[in-house]
């Protein structure tokens, strides 16, 4: 059976591909930064009841040289997923933007002369829609401004540019392929302790921490529909050479935490701040500055690309959300 690595086996993204591959039959090798850590992605496949007796881990950091060409030997698939992942805006971009651009120049640099025939990285809607003054509506045409970004989104569109880029000047005689997947913020089960950033902002929103929300509009994408794309991008060749956003709608913040106080959490707000106190709340907050240049502007998405390559009908934004805080709430987060 087909050796399929999966970079960033810890993420809530990654080990829902090592689960699917698994459950597919595909042999995987998941990548770690830590030795230590390859326990959890074992722990993990058996609390979800997988076999993971095909699941090899192996060491290698985005940073770092060594390791990536023993990941990739014998693979013919790669999932590049690995990237830092964090609201808050660090101190110096370059904590976020290193790894996700000579991460993925390390990983595609590898893979040159190798069996792989195929890399699917994740990208985000990050590398899609930061950026635009007055654009409310995004398709796989739009590329997020770097010079206006903060730096996650700009660590996205710069290590997406740097793919596309590093494609075109390949050999034709060393040519591999890639599809690029840019999801939307991904919410759903956790099948590790770690509830990772985006299943994080639900955490918020469920416990009341926000008393009222911020007016920003987003898409929403449960990940188990993330994880199923990428293992179909994979071997699907009609998706070669394209970048497909993945949402399954969008919504404003106070819509979702309707959605979670009609269900029963008494404590989400659906009451909207005003923009300007979030615009000051933000110099003091670096979660908050991220979001400022969104504030009171809608980001619809045209989802008809991803429909037709991946024709099944997404879990709703609304139950992948109260799948999540009800396991939040299981896990005793609230
Ligand atoms: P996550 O849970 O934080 O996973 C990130 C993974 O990247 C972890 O396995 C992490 O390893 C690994 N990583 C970070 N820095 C690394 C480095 N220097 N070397 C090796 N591995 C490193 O985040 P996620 O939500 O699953 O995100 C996975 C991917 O999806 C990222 O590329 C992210 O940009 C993209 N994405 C996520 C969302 C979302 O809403 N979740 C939306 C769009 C795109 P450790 O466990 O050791 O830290």
Redesign the pocket.
């Known amino acids: 059976m087909d050796k399929v690595l999966v970079?960033?086996?810890?993420?809530?993204?990654?080990?829902h591909c090592v689960e699917q591959l698994l459950r597919g039959g595909y042999e995987v090798r998941g990548?770690?930064?830590?030795e230590s850590?390859g326990a959890e992605v074992v722990g993990a496949m058996e609390l979800a009841n997988v076999d993971s007796s095909k699941l090899e881990i192996v060491c290698?950091?985005?940073?770092k040289d060594d390791g990536w060409s023993e990941a990739i030997d014998g693979c013919r698939y790669v999932l590049?997923?690995?990237?830092?992942?964090?609201l808050e805006v660090p101190k110096d971009e370059n904590e976020l933007i290193r790894?996700?651009v000579e991460?993925t120049l390390r990983v595609l640099k590898a893979c040159v002369g190798t069996a792989v025939e195929k890399v699917v990285l994740?990208?985000?809607?990050?590398a899609v829609g930061y950026g635009h003054d007055d654009k409310t509506l995004f398709s796989e045409a739009d590329w997020s401004d770097p010079e206006q970004c903060s730096p996650?989104p700009k660590?996205?569109t710069l290590a997406e540019q740097a793919a596309w880029a590093f494609m075109t000047e390949l050999p034709e005689a060393e040519r591999f392929e890639l599809t690029v997947l840019?999801?939307?913020?991904?919410?759903g089960p956790m099948l590790s302790d770690?509830i990772?950033?985006?299943?994080d902002l639900l955490l918020q929103l469920a416990s009341g921490v926000m008393p009222a929300c911020p007016k920003i509009h987003m898409g929403f994408?449960d990940?188990r529909d993330?994880a199923k794309a990428h293992v179909l991008a994979m071997t699907d060749a009609q998706t070669n050479g394209e970048r497909i956003i993945l949402s399954e709608n969008e919504m404003f913040f106070a819509g979702m935490g309707k959605v979670l106080q009609q269900a029963g959490f008494a404590k989400a707000p659906t009451r909207e701040l005003p923009n300007f106190l979030v615009k000051v709340v933000a110099l003091f907050n670096s979660q908050l500055e991220g979001v400022v240049p969104f504030l009171g502007r809608k980001s619809d998405i045209d989802k008809s690309k991803a429909k037709r390559h991946f024709a099944w009908t997404f879990v709703s934004a609304e139950q992948s959300a109260l799948e999540t805080v009800k396991q939040l709430q299981t896990m005793g987060r609230l």
């Open positions: 970079t960033g086996a810890t993420g809530f993204i990654g080990l990548t770690v930064r830590t850590r290698a950091d985005l940073l590049h997923v690995a990237s830092p992942f964090v790894p996700a991460g994740t990208s985000s809607f990050a996650y660590s996205k840019n999801p939307v913020a991904v919410t770690d990772g950033t985006s299943n994408v990940v993330v």
